[in-house]
T-cell receptor
Framework: GAVVSQHPSRVICKSGTSVKIECRSL??????MFWYRQFPKQSLMLMAT?????????EQGVEKDKFLINHASLTLSTLTVTSAHPEDSSFYIC???????????FGQGTRLTVV | GQNIDQPTEMTATEGAIVQINCTYQ??????LFWYQQHAGEAPTFLSY????GLEEKGRFSSFLSRSKGYSYLLLKELQMKDSASYLC?????????FGTGTRLLVSP
């Protein structure tokens, strides 16, 4: 099966700082990557969809200047939470799909805590 | 856009059968997925339906009716480890959008 690695799994940062989360497809080329956030006892909320080499498409209500997404290669996408605040504390999960396939493969998730 | 609804919580007994429903409205449809998620972990893939009908995979089966905008996940011979959240997701054009999720509690 396809493997997606997400790093770090947990991060604690101070309010006002920025945090970068990496999502890598280890054994396949990911033409599309998705970024989600999940609050406790809630489902996954799609933040943005990114395709390699092009700008991410953000969902309504997601601030693109706050959540910077870069999909510079077919195996790596990054999400940077800029000027983090306590309300940004959440579980962030990435997923990736292969070309012409619909199944998405998920990373392990990142638990972000902003103090 | 998409609107995907599931019951919030369900309870069932070990060894029983449970059906988790998902109703959806979407402007584009490239398939419906079911995922299982344990607390604090990433979702794991259970099933994929793109055509109408039933897909069976061991203790899990998933059904799709595109005309009715309806799917269900059927879990047989429930085990305690099946206590988890079950997420219905729609692939619509480029996006993969999740439903509200159903928390299943299996009791002895």
């Amino acid at each position: 099966g396809a493997v997606v690695s997400q790093h770090p799994s947990r991060v604690i940062c101070k309010s006002g700082t920025s945090v970068k989360i990496e999502c890598r497809s280890l054994d396949f080329q990911a033409t599309t990557m998705f970024w989600y956030r999940q609050f406790p006892k809630q489902s996954l909320m799609l933040m943005a969809t990114s395709n390699e080499g092009s700008k991410a498409t953000y969902e309504q209500g997601v601030e693109k200047d706050k959540f910077l997404i870069n999909h510079a290669s077919l195996t790596l996408s990054t999400l940077t939470v800029t000027s983090a605040h306590p309300e940004d504390s959440s579980f962030y999960i990435c997923s990736a799909t292969r070309d012409r396939e619909n199944e998405a493969f998920f990373g392990q998730g990142t638990r972000l805590t902003v103090v | 856009g998409q609107n995907i609804d599931q019951p919030t919580e369900m309870t069932a007994t070990e060894g029983a059968i449970v059906q988790i429903n998902c109703t959806y409205q979407t402007s584009g449809f490239n398939g419906l997925f079911w995922y299982q998620q344990h607390a604090g972990e990433a979702p794991t893939f259970l099933s994929y339906n793109v055509l109408d009908g039933l897909e069976e995979k061991g203790r899990f089966s998933s059904f799709l009716s595109r005309s009715k905008g309806y799917s269900y996940l059927l879990l047989k011979e429930l085990q305690m480890k099946d206590s988890a959240s079950y997420l219905c997701a729609i692939r619509s054009f480029q996006k993969l959008v999740f439903g509200t999720g159903t928390r299943l509690l299996v009791s002895p």
